[in-house]
């Protein structure tokens, strides 16, 4: 079951969000970094390795505060904060409107136990220009029956990225 929006501001689950923002099952959440990502660079995973491929923070422009971004992969990070308790689960879906002008959103599962800021992956299909601080995705809260909590590598504190996007 979805969690009303308005039950997990109220709990402190969810943090730095615009009253406009909370909708009727789920918050919206802005991007307010962006990192391109260089697919040209290798990621490898294994048992007990991982390398990131490479990125590079995109800075918005003078005027407006707006980003002009070509097709490519972009890390975001948000300045919407969430501390899952024990018993939820949370993810972001893309936006309709971003959705239907060729940019999607990709995100893992928020396991129970993560602290941190919301971040994601945009896939830009064609040149899109976005003003810094955008929502670009819903954050939604839902009960789950969890196996413990998470211990993975990004939770952070207030004003910590991942190491690969730093």
């Not at 991007?31 to 260089?38: E, G, Q």
């Not at 999607?104 to 601080?133: A, E, H």
């Not at 955008?134 to 939770?155: C, H, K, L, M, R």
Request: with cysteine.
């Amino acid at each position: 079951m979805f969690i009303n929006p308005k039950t997990a501001v109220k709990k402190g689950w969810i943090q730095n969000v615009k009253d406009s923002w909370i909708q009727p099952n789920a918050i919206d959440i802005s991007a307010d970094k962006l990192f391109k990502m260089n697919l040209a660079t290798v990621f490898y995973i294994g048992d007990d390795k991982k390398t990131h491929r490479v990125r590079q923070e995109v800075q918005a422009g003078i005027v407006n505060n707006t980003w002009e971004l070509e097709p490519g992969s972009y890390d975001f990070v948000s300045n919407v904060y969430v501390n899952i308790p024990e018993g939820m689960v949370g993810w972001v879906r893309v936006r309709s409107t971003f959705n239907r002008n060729g940019v999607n959103v990709g995100s893992g599962f928020y396991d129970s136990g993560y602290k941190g800021p919301i971040c994601g992956t945009l896939y830009v299909t064609g040149i899109t220009r976005m003003k810094q601080g955008t929502p670009v995705g819903q954050f939604i809260f839902a009960e789950s029956d969890s196996e413990g909590i998470y211990a993975g590598g990004y939770n952070a504190e207030k004003g910590e990225l991942p190491t690969h996007i730093k």
